[in-house]
């Protein structure tokens, strides 16, 4: 079992930063890759990033030159810095681990509005 735990959403205006943590209960290093998913209202659940475990990371066209996922192996933590924030970036915020099968976080909402 591997469970994680989404934190950083948040309120921010368009323009602006936000960065969403992800706290693995496991070693990330038994964990294959790694990824960041959102859903908007009305909408079905989308890849952002995904980042496997030797580190090579992998972005949605959308968010290329936006965003940039990360990890701290020595934490057990992934991250995923958001710049220059859109109002269609507002959704919820899903941390994913693929480790045999595939784990998701509660979610975080990000809500870009001015």
Do not use: H
């Amino acid at each position: 079992q591997v469970q994680l735990v989404e934190s950083g959403g948040g309120l921010v205006q368009p323009g602006g930063s936000l960065r969403l943590s992800c706290a693995a209960s496991v070693s990330i290093f038994s964990i294959s890759t790694m990824g960041w998913y959102r859903q908007a209202p009305g909408n079905q659940r989308e890849l952002v990033a995904t980042i496997t475990s030797g580190g090579t990371p992998n972005y949605a066209d959308f968010v290329k030159g936006r965003f940039t996922i990360s990890r701290d192996a020595a934490k057990n933590m992934m991250y995923l810095q958001m710049d220059s924030l859109k109002l269609e970036d507002t959704a919820v915020y899903y941390c994913n681990a693929l480790r045999r099968t595939t784990y998701w976080g509660q979610g975080t909402q990000v809500t870009v509005s001015s």
